[in-house]
């Protein structure tokens, strides 16, 4: 059995210093540090993080004093000024693609009637956006919602950074129907659409295609429904451990692939599980039952 990771999988850059800032902290800081919700949309690392002495809070209200990090998603202004207190030191881990979406939309929002983001509205990504569009801020998750709009004059539509790239095409197209001006902007970010492009390419060579990430994480879960869509054979597991032998049975070649926030290790380790499932299948398959006379 072949096995075959997809390029590009893993660890994204704005999730890499994320963590390393965290991490960091953690070495040099002995009081308590937190982080604005999970800091990564992953199990593991977020189980890491905990046993480090890092926890996340889902508030501003929740603590008193202490470093808190903002996670790569980025965070609205009001949050941000609810932590500006005496006793708080805020780290900003916000990833600078994302940053340069933030400042994309409060300025986009002086000039427009209304700044459409297309995305996951209950995505912490998209609800910081929306507190640099001034009251101008709609989120948009698919075709269908774009379809119900009203006509306007003008509008300006961008994308949650790990969207994909054929549901942003399909909600501009049905704006263009709507609206005299429209501004574009393709905002999903490089290692997002790279990441797609890998993984759909290699479900188009493998028998089974598994997709290792957390169930939360919004790229990931992308990826696994862009793969499904030309492999029915694409699985969907937050830890290496759910792989079973019924996934990969009689496959010769299966590829891994994993969201953003999908450590190396969980890749690595996904591997090894295949493979031992692998040799049990070929063990039994060579097990001769002696006859019966």
């Not at 805020?90 to 000039?111: F, G, M, R, W, Y």
């Not at 929306?130 to 003008?154: F, Q, T």
Request: hydrophobic fraction near 35%; include cysteine; proline fraction near 5%.
């Amino acid at each position: 059995m072949d096995i075959i990771i997809a390029q590009n999988s893993g660890f994204c850059y704005g999730v890499r210093r994320a963590l390393r800032l965290v991490e960091n902290l953690r070495t040099k800081f002995s009081g308590p540090v937190y982080t604005l919700g999970e800091l990564i949309h992953n199990p593991q690392i977020i189980n890491y993080l905990e046993q480090k002495g890092v926890h996340s809070i889902s508030s501003p209200e929740d603590v008193d004093k202490g470093i808190v990090v903002i996670r790569s998603h980025g965070a609205a202004p009001e949050v941000l000024a609810k932590l500006a207190r005496p006793s708080i030191t805020i780290k900003d881990a916000t990833c600078p693609h994302v940053k340069k979406i933030q400042n994309l939309v409060k300025e986009l929002s002086l000039s427009n009637e209304e700044v459409l983001i297309c995305g996951n509205a209950r995505h912490p990504e998209t609800q910081g956006l929306l507190g640099y569009c001034h009251s101008k801020g709609l989120v948009i998750e698919n075709i269908d919602e774009a379809r119900h709009l009203p006509p306007a004059k003008k509008r300006a539509v961008l994308a949650q950074s790990t969207q994909d790239l054929e549901i942003f095409q399909q909600v501009v197209a049905a704006l263009l129907e709507k609206t005299n001006h429209l501004q574009v902007y393709n905002t999903i970010c490089n290692s997002t659409l790279t990441r797609q492009k890998s993984t759909t390419t290699l479900a188009k060579k493998v028998d089974v295609l598994i997709i290792i990430g957390g169930r939360n994480s919004s790229n990931t879960n992308k990826l696994f429904l862009q793969a499904k869509k030309i492999l029915p054979r694409t699985y969907f597991v937050e830890y290496p451990q759910e792989i079973t032998s019924s996934m990969i049975k009689n496959a010769r070649r299966v590829g891994l692939s994993g969201g953003a926030s999908t450590p190396p290790e969980a890749l690595m380790e996904a591997v090894a599980v295949i493979k031992k499932i692998d040799q049990a299948q070929q063990s039994n398959q060579q097990k001769v039952t002696p006859c019966q006379s």
